[in-house]
């Protein structure tokens, strides 16, 4: 499915959404198939950054699944 269209959510939009902390949020959609990452390498003068955009059918998925356990 092409999730490009979809409406897309940061980890700190998931965190008023759900009320989990930041670092859980990020850990839970980590390795998630359909989350979109954008990185930039560490360099001499600053560190690595990632940033991760999670579709609205990746993030009805994990939901689904959580309340399913």
Do not use: C
Not at 27 to 49: A, C, I, Q, W
Request: net charge positive; glycine share 4%; hydrophobic share 35%.
């Amino acid at each position: 499915m092409d999730t490009l269209l979809e409406k897309h959510y940061s980890p700190a939009d998931v965190v008023r959404l759900w009320g989990w902390s930041d670092d859980f949020i990020r850990d839970l959609f980590e390795n998630e198939p359909g989350v979109l990452r954008s990185e930039r390498p560490e360099t001499m003068h600053k560190r690595r950054y990632t940033s991760i955009r999670i579709p609205e059918s990746v993030l009805f998925r994990v939901g689904t699944r959580l309340q399913n356990k």
